[in-house]
């Protein structure tokens, strides 16, 4: 099947997008790695129908979205498939801003983290955010402004306690 | 900070595109495997939840406990009964569940959607009441037992906001009592108890309690009430009636007594999942170190840490005095055998942290099924289990069920070993080998199969 059909090329394309969207949500490089795998396995199932949907990228992130909070997935599913599937390419070590922002925004409530996410990686309009989210243009405004300040009162924090957040992250 | 946040999500996004994009390839055959995936992930988690039920041990902190005296008189296998016949098309990725007397299974067709299930009286081989479909779904979520019915989740593909719906079925009649659509990505969970359905998330931070019976709420807390804005609840032994765990956004902890349900605030802050056993809690960060809380009174304090490059992961009750911490690494996975209360390490499974180690595990007694076998609380490996899977029957003893194809697939037809286990001393008794297809379910006599013309019953002891 030469490039699946379309799957090949549509995973080349918007791969790197789904990595960053689940890097901003779960801040670990395997994890996302995993996530955006298992969404792009459930895509594949149903690439026939997928294929022809207006937004399949929009229903990769909620894909995404819902794995990286799906306590039932995050009891098993990860070690099953990872007990029969290779693991990915490992990734370079994060800079040392990106180890403070991830650990800052783990702080955060989901909603918050998904939408400073989706604003700040991949330079979605409020509205469009509020299309997704299924929120009003001010709630996505609310859910910013307050991830902002909860990242802010973690940024500031003295570095022990950003060590702390950062389950004893190494912080220099 | 705005310049600053900027810069910061700029490193952030610098980082992520240059973590590896898996194979498309990869995706594509993990697609094809990951339906049953789904299916082993439900069954387990299930059976977490039932593990906690019996973990009030390990609040006395003994390291004496022994097994039981009742032994399994185990005979080979005996089919009860005629089984339950029907058309079932596209009929995979079975799972069962037995409890009272009954097993009840639970199936997606692959060709149709629908999602089915069905009960079998274990001691007639009789069916308990007809198939009933739940309604068509493009994946099945899992389910659980609760008291006197069978939670059942199917899921949405189509995009849509509540993704997914519980459907509670009654476990005499296998009518459906009410039905529920939810949304796991608002942060919530439903989480089953004895006094009800919790369900939490809803609205911001709403926590509800639903009748099993008649699915209305028996009560509501707003999450107007500030103080609990419940993300995440502890379930391992929420089936028991004992107090939850609330974690509110910013970690403060709260204790729910049920039926009360008066919150009351512990002073207390933990980040991270939360998984409550005997007493204590334990909270897990993605890269971090393990913190437990005694319920009694204290603060979080520094519990175990993964060795260099492993992550842990799921926290499991694992018998008398200890407890279990999944770690994984890039190369595989272990499990650490941990002292409940001061986090020592006692022994591990999976040292070399191997494909396919360290998965999860049940007890029988003070013995723990893992991975590889059967093992004595001192990580002495009493069986070996190789590719079967051990099922605990009884309070001291377990099936070895060895299946030839992959976990989920087949269609009934296949050559099914089966083993008891004595978990006294990890003796076998081979009982027989029989015809049927993944997915088998047993109580402390009887075991039921799907086969290849619906399910059928044997009793393995008398």
Known sequence: ?172 | MSADLDQLFGSLRADSDRIPLPLAAGARARGGRRRRNSVIASVLAVALVAAGVTSGLLLTGREDVTLPPARVNFVPLEQVGPGVSGEFPGRTFVWGQAAGGDAYFTWRSETTGQLMVAGVQLPTGKPAWPARELGKYGDFAGSFLAPGVLGVMGERDDGSPLDRRLHVVDLSTGQERWALDFDINQGGDLTPTTGGLLVTGENGGQLRLLDWASGKALWTMPSSQGTVVATTVATAEALDNRPLVLQAPDGALSLLTLPDMQPRPLGQRMQGRLTVIGGRVYASTEGGPVTVLDLAGGAPRPFHTPANGARAGMIQPCGPGLVCVQEESRTGEAMMVLDAATGARKWQVGGDYGRGRGGPVSTVGDRILGAEGMYSPSGKLLYRSGQAILSPVGPAAALAIQYPGSPGMGGGDQPVQVSGVDASDGHVTPLGTIRAGYGCVADNQYLACPDAAGFKVWRFSK
Not at chain 1, 33 to 50: G, I, N, P, S, T
Not at chain 1, 83 to 102: F, I, K, N, Q
Not at chain 1, 112 to 125: N, Q, V, W
Request: glycine content about 8%; cysteine-free.
């Open chain 1, 1 to 172: 099947m030469p490039d699946a059909d379309g799957f090949d090329e549509f995973y080349r394309d918007t791969g790197p997008r789904l990595i960053r969207y689940a890097y901003g949500l779960t801040g670990d490089p395997a994890e996302a790695q995993d996530l955006v795998q298992e969404a792009y396995a459930r895509a594949w199932q149903r690439w026939r129908k997928l294929s022809g949907y207006a937004d399949a990228e929009g229903w990769l992130r909620l894909v995404v979205t819902r794995l990286s909070t799906d306590r039932w997935r995050w009891l098993k599913v990860r070690r099953t498939a990872a007990a029969s599937a290779r693991p990915p390419a490992p990734a370079e070590p994060p800079s040392e801003d990106t180890v403070l922002l991830v650990g800052a925004l783990r702080t955060l409530p989901v909603q918050h983290r998904r939408a400073l996410t989706l604003h700040y990686l991949l330079d979605r309009s409020i509205a469009d955010i509020a299309i997704e989210m299924g929120a009003t243009a001010g709630t996505v405004k609310s859910w910013l402004a307050r991830g902002r300040a909860g990242l802010a009162e973690v940024l500031t924090e003295p570095a022990a306690e950003v060590a702390e957040v950062l389950g004893g992250s190494d912080v220099r």
